[in-house]
């Protein structure tokens, strides 16, 4: 069981838009950073977003990140089937167990 | 280009130990926060520890604590993790990631090595 909850599993057809949730805690995305990544398969993770909803150089503007509250969401426009991967989001935890946590990971399908 | 190399991976017995190492480059190696994160097979992403710029502070999922143990030597551009006491359960694929910042308290990793698997069985 993730300390972070996102769906397991979103669908779309190309060129369209699809959106992945994020749901913490005050603890958590509450208070601290998200960032998302892309894991393709058989790859190692990449990242896509951090501080929330800022691109590192070289992520395409078709991905973007918000936040409010507890709860984040990773949008991803003009989907291309080369887009189909694992969804992670990640923040810290500052409860007494303080650490990193991850969500349990959004499988996109793109029909 | 940065890279992040992780080694010391294999098949180990229950209750044995094992040390793992990422050997770093392309950055300044110690102006940077770094984590292990590990992936059990067909499974999600789970934190495993983080280390601060300067080793000032370190921190341990609950699963790990106190029985792994995370380092670092800035002047060999080197990243550690010994785990002693190995279970079942920490089989996986162990990755190397570095963080956006130098400091402890956020979970921001920004490039990752390709993972090195440690398999705990009898």
Redesign the interface.
């Not at chain 1, 190692?44 to 990242?47: E, H, I, N, S, V």
């Not at chain 2, 999600?44 to 934190?47: A, D, P, V």
């Given at each position: 069981q993730?300390v972070l909850t996102q769906p397991p599993s979103v669908s779309a057809a190309p060129g369209q838009k699809v959106t992945i949730s994020c749901s913490g805690s005050s603890s958590n995305i509450g208070n601290?950073?998200v960032?998302w990544?892309q894991?393709l398969p058989g790859t190692?993770?990449?990242?896509l977003i951090?501080?929330n909803n800022k691109r590192?150089s070289g992520i395409p503007d078709r991905f973007s990140g918000s936040k409010s509250g507890t709860s984040a969401t990773l949008g991803i426009t003009g989907l291309q089937t080369g887009d189909e991967a694992?969804y992670?989001c990640?923040?810290?935890d500052?409860s007494l167990?303080?650490?990193?946590?991850?969500?349990?990971?959004t499988k996109l399908t793109v029909l | 280009e940065v890279q992040l190399v992780e080694s010391g991976g294999g098949l180990v017995q229950p209750g044995r130990s094992l040390r793992l190492s990422c050997a770093a480059s392309g950055f300044t190696f110690d102006d940077y926060a770094m984590?292990w994160?590990r992936q059990a097979p067909g499974k999600?992403?789970?934190?495993v520890?983080?280390i601060s710029w300067n080793s000032g502070s370190t921190?341990?999922?609950?699963s790990v604590k106190g029985r792994f143990t995370i380092s670092r030597d800035n002047a060999k551009n080197s990243l550690y993790l010994q785990m002693n006491s190995l279970r079942a359960e920490d089989t996986a694929l162990y990755?190397c990631?570095k963080d956006?910042g130098e400091g402890f308290?956020?979970?921001?990793?920004?490039?990752?090595?390709?993972?090195t698997l440690v398999t705990v069985s009898s």
């Open positions: 993730s601290n950073y960032s990544y894991q190692a993770p990449k990242l951090y501080d590192p694992d992670y990640g923040t810290w500052s167990s303080a650490g990193g946590v991850f969500g349990g990971g | 984590h994160v999600g992403l789970e934190w520890s983080g921190g341990y999922a609950d990755y990631a956006i308290g956020e979970l921001s990793a920004d490039y990752w090595g390709q993972g």
